[in-house]
C-alpha cells in the first residue's frame, strides 16, 4: 500500500436501536466454510447481544441449522465447521445489526495499541550470570483517542447510557475504496470539551477497546 493522505480518511459509527434481519443472505469468502456480508455493508455490524441463527443449504432450497465454528460480530463474518456441499449457501435466518454511518465534524482519529508484556527473568542455573532480561507477552488491548469540532450532545449523552457497550468504531484510511480500516466494539471512557473565545468550540473523545481489534484489507 502507498502512503494516504489524512484527507481521505473517515470515521464510522455503529450504535444501538439494531435492526432485526432474517434469511439474509451471505457472502462465500471462497472456501465454503467462511461466508461475510461484503454484499450488504450496511449491515455487516451485529449486535453481539442479539440471538443469532445461521444455516447452509445445498441447493438455496432446503436449510439446516448450523451453530458456527466463530462468530466475528464486527465486520459481519462467520466461519461453518464444515461445507454443505453442492452450491454452497448460507445465511442468517434471523438476527440483528447495528446501523452503521460516517461521522461528521472529525478531526482526527488516532488508535493507540500495547501488549501486556511479563518480565520472566531467572537467575542463572550454572556458573554464568544472568546478563539480559527476558520476557513474555501477555494480552494486547488499547485505546482510540477522536478529535472533533464541538457540535451537539450526543457523546455526552453516550457517556452516560448502559447500552455503551454496542458501540462499534471504525476507522477508514481510504474513503474512496473503504479500505484499509481498523475496526471494533469500543467503550466511551472520556469526553472532553473545550470553548475558547477567540477560537472554535471542541471536543476530545477517549475510546477504550474492547476485544479484538481487526484489521480489513479487503
Known sequence: MTATHGNRAQLLQAIPPNVAFSNQALTDSGDHLTFNCSAIPTKRYWDRTASFVFQQSSNGTAWNTVSPSVIQYVGGLVT????????????????????????????????????????????????????????????????????????????????????????????????????????????????????????LEMEDLDFKIDGQFYLVTS
Open 80 to 199: 461453518f465447521p464444515s461445507a454443505a456441499g453442492g452450491t454452497n449457501q448460507a445465511r442468517i435466518a434471523s438476527g440483528a445489526y447495528l446501523p452503521v454511518a460516517a461521522l461528521g465534524d472529525i478531526l482526527e482519529w488516532a488508535p493507540d495499541i500495547d501488549r501486556d508484556m511479563h518480565e520472566s527473568t531467572c537467575m542463572t542455573t550454572n556458573n554464568v550470570p544472568t546478563k539480559w532480561r527476558t520476557y513474555k507477552p501477555g494480552l494486547p488491548g488499547g485505546n482510540i483517542k477522536v478529535s472533533k469540532f464541538l457540535a451537539d450532545d450526543t457523546y455526552a449523552d453516550i457517556i452516560t447510557l448502559s447500552t455503551d457497550d454496542l458501540l462499534i468504531l471504525s476507522l477508514v484510511m481510504d474513503a474512496t475504496t473503504g479500505l484499509p480500516r481498523f475496526e471494533s466494539y469500543a467503550k466511551l471512557a472520556k469526553d472532553g470539551m473545550k470553548v475558547s473565545l477567540s477560537d
